[in-house]
């Protein structure tokens, strides 16, 4: 029953520090790639404006 008990706990933590883990990672991922900004933020705007004007030139 003990034993139990501590599989239980102990991989109860580890799941939960196993989900911010992964959210850290895949954040990172999103920081380090030239993947779009959102249009709602004030530097998404500014890239959006950017790439317009660019591409009208």
């Known amino acids: 029953m003990e034993i139990g008990l501590g599989i239980l706990t102990f991989g109860t933590l580890g799941f939960g ?5 992964l959210n850290i990672r895949a954040l990172q991922k999103l920081k380090e790639s030239d ?7 004030r530097d998404g705007i500014e890239e959006r404006l ?8």
């Open 17 to 21: 520090l196993l989900i911010p883990y």
């Open 35 to 41: 993947a779009p900004k959102s249009s709602l933020s």
């Open 50 to 57: 950017a790439s317009a004007t660019a591409a009208d030139r």
